[in-house]
């Protein structure tokens, strides 16, 4: 099974993404921003308890700017694919 990275995971295109990416049949991983006040609803559809046996989409903490815990993330998870779609969103 082809695993895929995708950072801004639950922004739109993140979210459309990881759709599309488990509907082939891939294993997803995100990152998520643990500081900030995040909103899941994208995804919440896609999630299940990653104890389930047949969870495919796992959620890691972590941020952009920091480059060890991104290491960290992509030695655990050993992705086939990297699709970074984070950015800053500043709309109020």
Same mark, same amino acid.
């Given at each position: ?5 995708? /950072? ?6 993140? +979210?459309?993404?990881? =759709? ?6 891939? =294993? #997803?991983?995100?990152?998520? %921003?643990?500081? +900030? #006040?995040?909103? /899941? ?6 999630? %299940? ?15 952009? +700017?920091?480059? /060890?815990?991104? %290491? ?5 998870? =050993?992705?086939? =694919? ?11």
């Amino acid at each position: 099974m082809k695993k895929a990275l995708i /950072t801004g995971i639950t922004g739109q295109d993140g +979210s459309y993404l990881a =759709e599309l990416l488990l509907s082939k049949g891939y =294993e #997803v991983h995100g990152i998520i %921003r643990r500081s +900030s #006040v995040f909103n /899941t609803a994208r995804i919440d559809h896609l999630y %299940r308890d990653p104890h389930d046996p047949e969870a495919r989409l796992f959620l890691h903490y972590g941020d952009l +700017s920091d480059g /060890t815990g991104l %290491r960290r993330i992509l030695e655990k998870v =050993e992705p086939d =694919e990297v699709y970074n779609l984070a950015a800053q969103s500043h709309v109020k």
